[in-house]
Nanobody, 122 residues
């Protein structure tokens, strides 16, 4: 079992930055592909970014490419999402997820965090 806990969400003005963290329990953290997803009110959960087990490969949704950076520290069992140049349309609950080999597909992840709210004001 893996437990995931997100932190770092909050309220920020458009153009600002936030860094989300996802802390994981369990000794097999480094063996999992990891991802970030988000869900805005009335919308489906959507893929944001993902990173391979070793951190050598990263994948991004077109909407965040060039603004968001995903990273992981396997020694700390933690994944990060650095979000720059935030836009009001980035407002959503952000979830981290673990254990998938189809990184962009939410249904393929085995473990999920509880989510953290990100609100970007215009």
């Amino acid at each position: 079992q893996v437990q995931l806990v997100e932190s770092g969400g909050g309220l920020v003005q458009a153009g600002g930055s936030l860094r989300l963290s996802c802390a994981a329990s369990g000794r097999t953290f480094s063996s999992y592909g990891l991802g970030w997803f988000r869900q805005a009110p009335g919308k489906e959960r959507e893929f944001v970014a993902a990173i391979s087990q070793g951190g050598t490969a990263a994948y991004y949704a077109d909407s965040v490419k060039g603004r968001f950076t995903i990273s992981r520290d396997n020694a700390k069992n933690t994944m990060y999402l650095q979000m720059n140049r935030l836009k009001p349309e980035d407002t959503a609950v952000y979830y981290c997820a673990a254990d998938s080999n189809r990184y962009t597909v939410a249904l393929t992840y085995s473990y999920w965090g509880q989510g953290t709210q990100v609100t970007v004001s215009s």
